[in-house]
């Protein structure tokens, strides 16, 4: 096997002439062996290396800076990287110390060695194409880096909020199915009042709803970038003009409405728009999960327990118990909320610990956001289609609840007062008997006007004017 020989301040190391990265990689990928997670398994992430390095390229050769057919190489290489290209050549742990350097370089190097390919020449020979020189002009990790992270982390959310309205129309259709499955609604585990199955499915995909405007809406703080900000946001080493010349092809090249912040200084070591996106997850997770707990609650049993809906039944629950199935989707879904939640307390450290201009644990941040969104994605997609889309209800089950529980007595309140219907429920509890028979045997309403209380359009909804009321007690 070929090799090639490549140099750093620190020395020469060989370097396989089948790789695109170099020395710096090299030296990362010695150094950081962490998560076991590599740039290589993020496309989003290496994509949106190529796109900025694409757009620095192209703003560094309108201003002059950068020679034409070098830019023009720089480019068509970032172009071959975005179709999917030598994506298994970044290779190093999205874990890592320096910053994100070690991630700035695996870009610089690969870009640079595909370039000069194109352009004729051997890999490592950069005085035709250099990874720092050319690559990297008027950039430094601490505005490339994060500007990829934020265009990673923006169509990730795309993606992510693509799911969760997938996720969204499988309860939608669900609250349609179960529109008039009358059940009984419960408060702190305890019988409260009537409802639909299809109004607590609604209720579950109405939540949703409300925080993918909120997600939709916080996704536009990653198109505030720093790009131009260099080193500590001043600029250093960039031409006046950089900053919104990049910025203008960031938006060419993206086709998404980036804005360069407006205080570089101040944007370069701020992890703010990372927490509150991050928060956003977790907000997400917290609701879904309950959502996973009330899904195993109602589908417990199927003897001993509510039992009011069934799951899909997706494989065998124990390995000693005969014809045991566990609610194994719903069960899912939560573990990755709480590794959601998890990564949102790495990430809130992570923000807080950087220290005077630069925040040095974005690789961290930028790890734990890939891993929420992924997981968020794939239980979205997974409860819809494994979960929700089967789940049938037990519609006697549901009725039987409701006529035969205590809770039901509310409905009579406003007519009979509450003293009364409390006297109803406590006699109804020791007793055992329904609340309608007790309500009929002592005759605090006639069977027609128990009747009417009782339909389910009556319990459901507000339905009847003070009038109407009063005159309902005479």
Known sequence: ?????????????????????????????????????????????????????????????????????????ICKACDKIIEGNYHDQFVVDMIQGGAGTSSNMNANEVIANVALELMGHNKGEYQYCHPNDH????????????????????DELTGLIDKMHYLLASLDRKAVEFKDVLKMGRTQLQDAVPMTLGQEFKAYADVLKGDIKLLADARELMTIINMGGTAIGTGIN???????????????????NFKTAEDLIAATPDCGDYVQISNLLKRISIKLSKTCNDLRLLSSGPRCGLN?????????????????????????????CYAVIGNDVAISFAAEGGQLELNVFEPVIAYSLFKSITMLKNAMETLADKCIDGITANEKICSDFVYGSIGIVTALNP???????????????VSGKRVYDLALERGLLSKEQLD??????????????????????H
């Not at 997706?314 to 990755?336: A, D, L, R, T």
């Open 1 to 73: 096997m070929s090799k090639r020989i490549e140099h750093d301040f620190i020395g020469e190391l060989e370097i396989s002439d089948d790789v695109y990265y170099g020395v710096q990689t090299y030296r990362a990928l010695q150094n950081f062996v962490i998560s076991g997670d590599r740039l290589s398994n993020h496309t989003s992430f290496v994509t949106a290396f190529a796109r900025v390095k694409k757009a620095a390229a192209l703003a560094n050769s309108e201003l002059g800076v950068l020679d034409g057919t070098i830019a023009s190489a």
């Open 135 to 154: 690559v990297n002009l008027s950039q430094s990790t601490n505005d490339a880096y994060p500007t990829a992270i934020k265009l990673a982390v923006y």
């Open 238 to 256: 960039s031409h006046p003009d950089y900053t919104k010349a990049v910025e203008k092809y960031m938006r060419q090249v993206t086709g998404i």
């Open 308 to 336: 009011e809906i069934n799951l899909p039944k997706m494989q065998p629950g124990s390995s000693i118990m005969p014809g045991k199935v566990n609610p194994v989707i719903p069960e899912v879904v939560n573990q990755v």
């Open 415 to 429: 007519y009979i007062g509450y003293e009364q219907s409390a006297a109803l429920a406590k006699e109804a509890l």
């Open 452 to 473: 009417e209380l009782f339909r389910p359009e009556n319990m459901l909804n507000p339905h009847m004017s003070a009038e109407d009321r009063l005159k309902f007690r």
